[in-house]
């Protein structure tokens, strides 16, 4: 390949980085963060969860998904407006690198945090309650994929050309919800109607949950190969119009 | 040599809304030029489209021979960018902004902190480098935000309001920085309202007006195109103030403006009005404090241009003229 080419490369992976390790250090405490990315799957998973006779593995890896799902998704819409409202996303589109550079260092924070919030109910169900994991090597793999899929899924949202976290948040839970509810992680799969079984597939929370399944419990309802293969595809689809977007927002001034 | 800037019809609509209107204009190597008007002509608008903020609906931006649309890269690493709210990232120290900054032009680890240490004690921020941005004032934060726009030794330096909000003498701080980095041979594009830094500051001065360039040239050569905005000033005592209509009636004036405790008597012909004021306030009894003329200021012909009142205080040969008549008719 190209010096040229292979030098800009280079550059590009390190500014994508250096995006992330500075939305890391500046926006892991901020109040929106902490109600949209840690809050909320987690009281989503005690309402939905609580007195109903499921395993501890069960609820462990219906966390998992939820987690990966709602934090990840969440920081692109939280970090996007507050920079474009304190000019600091100028800095970054004035920058001499790409919009997918820039967009990926935002989904490499999302997947980031949401791994690090999917610890927590790991960790604690493993050391403190006793669970068991099925395949460990498909928790490994899993849960940083599919938390790059659904960040890359928030910066979709991130795209509305406003300056108000609001703005951003009340879209992005119509769609969210809706693609939770009929994701299979409350209804398993296996026990869904025909119909409700092919809307599940249209969410990409299926995936995810299915892929957790086979880590958590040793078994899942699709081949988890095919959930692996498709946590990839699906950060890529919606990194393109997730990059469009952004482009058509910055046409428009934001 | 490529000029800094070269901008070819360039246009922006929002919508239905036109705010800028298929302008022109090169900024030079090594110029400071200035870009005036008044808020809403699109001074900003321009400034975000030559900086790859904001897409341009139409029209040619070249940067140092390369076109922003086909090679933005290479002419994003030659700019330097200090918009009007100091965009810094309050959660991080001054070292980490810089750090930030510095990796994201990708400049080398040991010039980077060389670089950063020089400007922090450049900008007398050196002691504070621990300390979060968050408890800078508004001329620290704009001092590091400028500090942040030069960390890689840009060739073109784009400055958005650098100065309004700020206490005279950081103010005149940055003012100096500016000379500075243009007497190191950097190109710096200038938007502002306050006339009188534009006056100070730059090689030329473009003046956009409803999105159109409305006049682009020296201050110098602007102030001498509009020699009808001639004026005395002068200082009368006791009770100055309120001479204003009878100075506005002598021959020649054709506006008088208060200026503080003067008036500012606009005339074509200076030298033929100032015998009439002595004449005036002798005739009066009063004492002439100061009297002088005074050629065009910028701010002058940025108002005419731009079809703005000069003062605050008005007196207008027609006005007073309608005034008599309506007094007439009663």
């Known amino acids: 390949m190209n010096e040229g080419v292979m030098a800009r490369l280079r550059d590009e992976v390190s500014q994508a980085w250096t995006v992330a390790v500075k939305d890391v250090r500046v926006y892991y405490l901020t109040p929106p963060m902490i109600m949209f990315g840690l809050l909320l799957p987690f009281f989503l998973f005690f309402s939905f969860s609580v007195r109903r006779e499921i395993a501890m593995e069960v609820g462990i890896a219906r966390l998992l998904a939820l987690t990966t799902f709602f934090t990840a998704s969440s920081a692109g819409p939280v970090i996007i407006p507050l920079e474009r409202r304190t000019g600091t996303y100028d800095r970054l589109l004035a920058a001499p690198m790409s919009l997918v550079t820039l967009l990926l260092g935002k989904t490499l924070v999302g997947a980031f945090f949401a791994t690090l919030v999917s610890l927590v109910p790991l960790l604690v169900g493993v050391l403190a309650l006793g669970a068991t994991v099925a395949d460990a090597a498909l928790l490994i793999v899993g849960v940083p994929l599919a938390s790059l899929a659904f960040s890359a899924f928030g910066l979709v949202f991130a795209s509305i050309p406003t300056r108000s976290v609001g703005n951003i948040m009340m879209p992005s839970t119509l769609v969210r919800w809706p693609l939770m509810f009929i994701s299979g992680i409350f209804v398993p799969l296996e026990e869904m109607a025909t119909w409700a079984r092919i809307l599940a597939y249209v969410s990409p929370l299926t995936y995810a949950q299915d892929l957790m399944n086979h880590a958590m419990l040793g078994r899942g309802y699709l081949n988890p190969w095919l959930d692996l293969a498709l946590l990839p595809v699906l950060l890529v689809v919606f990194l393109i119009p997730a990059a469009r977007l952004h482009h058509r927002a910055r046409v428009l001034g934001y | ?330």
């Not at chain 2, 100065?163 to 007497?183: K, V, W, Y």
């Open chain 2, 1 to 330: 040599m490529n000029n800094a800037i070269e901008v070819e019809q360039l246009t922006k609509y929002y919508g239905d809304l036109l705010a800028v209107d298929h302008i022109a204009f090169q900024v030079r190597q090594g110029e400071v030029f200035g870009f005036l008007g008044p808020n809403g002509a699109g001074k900003t608008t321009t400034q975000r489209m030559l900086t790859t903020l904001l897409e341009p609906t139409e029209g040619r931006i070249v940067i140092d021979g390369h076109d922003l649309a086909s090679e933005p890269y290479p002419a994003k690493r030659q700019m330097g960018l200090v918009p009007e709210e100091s965009n810094v990232y309050t959660e991080l120290t001054a070292w980490g902004n810089l750090m930030f900054t510095a990796r994201l032009y990708r400049v080398e680890r040991e010039r980077r902190e060389k670089r950063a240490r020089e400007l922090l004690e450049a900008f007398g921020l050196w002691e504070k480098r621990d300390v979060k941005v968050d408890e800078f004032s508004k001329g620290m934060r704009r001092r590091l935000s400028i500090a942040m726009a030069i960390i890689h030794r840009p060739a073109l330096l784009f400055l958005d309001e650098p100065t309004p909000g700020l206490d005279a003498q950081s103010a005149r701080a940055i003012r100096r920085l500016i000379r500075e980095m243009n007497a190191e041979g950097t190109t710096v594009f200038l938007t502002t309202h306050q006339i009188e830094e534009a006056n100070q500051l730059c090689d030329r001065v473009a003046i956009i007006n409803h999105g159109k360039i409305a006049a682009i040239d020296t201050p110098e050569q602007l102030k001498a195109a509009f020699r009808q905005v001639q004026s005395v000033e002068v200082a009368l005592d006791p009770d100055g103030q309120k001479h204003g209509d009878p100075l506005l009636a002598l021959s020649g004036v054709t506006k008088s403006v208060k200026m503080g405790d003067k008036w500012r008597l606009y005339t074509e012909q200076p030298s033929a009005l100032l015998p009439r004021v002595v004449e005036y306030a002798q005739a009066h009894d009063l004492e002439l404090v100061s009297l002088c003329t005074l050629g065009p200021s910028l701010e002058d012909v940025f108002l005419q241009i731009t079809g703005q009142e000069i003062g605050t205080v008005r007196h207008e040969r027609e006005e007073t003229e309608r005034r008599g008549r309506k007094g007439g008719r009663r």
